[in-house]
């Protein structure tokens, strides 16, 4: 009599082996971070200069009202500051998407999207090291704006932290979804510039809703549905210890939708990217 011996079928994976996924991806995200100062230094410069020299050149021409969360007259350099932050998290998100297009193609990434954890995790977790760069630059911002006079209260720098998670996942997000659709690094390029510029120029990040509505109605309501807006609106009342109930609800809720838009996108079966003849992804 012969006994035959069936090996179970293994279903799932184990918490720990997820935590070693997470751990691997973001500690490769913090290597390239450390890796590309320039792209560190890239990212400080831009909000930077627009500290520095836009809001010198504006502090007489755009005066601002006392308007919620402030509780005085305010310069102008500290109104545009939330402003510069979600700009920071919004490029970061844009050139993490970007780096995935290429590591899509040829890099790691490319591995882990056929690997047998699930591609919902992969794509979360590639979000995440992507978020927690960009909270790297917010704070170094924070610390330069610093010495410019622009302190919010010593607890917004704490309170402000979930503001700049939810708001930095947001864009992640959204920059990931674009990216589904990029076969080319050179087309992401252009649908940077078509996305990054609107989505700032067209907020509140450089000038109150309020005075966008005294001049263009049409213009107010693209500003108010702006997800962007949102995203400022929510750091600039957390620095100072308050929270938007609209811009908390409606970033949620955004940062849902693109997060699921992304994670269909990159499924084989249903998205974007399609398995060829031969089984690897084109």
Known sequence: MTSATTTPVRRGFSAAEYLTCLSGIVWREALRFLHQRERFISALVRPLVWLFIFAA??????????????????????????????MIQLFN???????????R??????????SPLPRWFLLSCKLLAGTAVSLLQVYAFLLIAWFWDIAPPPAGYLTVLP???????????????????????????????????????????????????????????????????HAVELIRF????????????????YTIAFLIGAILAYDPSRGLIRRGPAGGET
């Open 163 to 229: 503001a700049l998670v939810l708001s930095g996942l947001m864009l992640g997000a959204l920059g990931m979804l674009i990216s589904s659709g990029i076969k080319q690094l050179e087309n992401f390029a252009g649908v940077m510039n078509f996305v990054i510029f609107p989505m700032f120029f067209a907020s509140s990040a450089l000038y109150p809703l309020w005075r966008i509505l005294e001049s263009s109605p049409m213009l107010y309501y693209v500003c108010l549905f702006n997800p962007f807006t």
């Open 238 to 253: 957390a620095l100072y210890g308050q929270v938007n109930w609209i811009a908390l609800t409606v970033v949620g809720g």
């Open 105 to 114: 193609e040829m890099g790691n990434m490319r591995t882990l999207l056929v």
């Open 93 to 103: 998100g844009m050139q993490s998407s970007l780096s995935m297009v290429y590591d």
């Open 57 to 86: 050149g504006f502090r007489q021409v755009l005066g601002l009202s006392i308007i919620p969360p402030y509780e005085t007259y305010i310069l102008y350099e500290v109104y545009i500051a939330p402003g510069l932050m979600a």
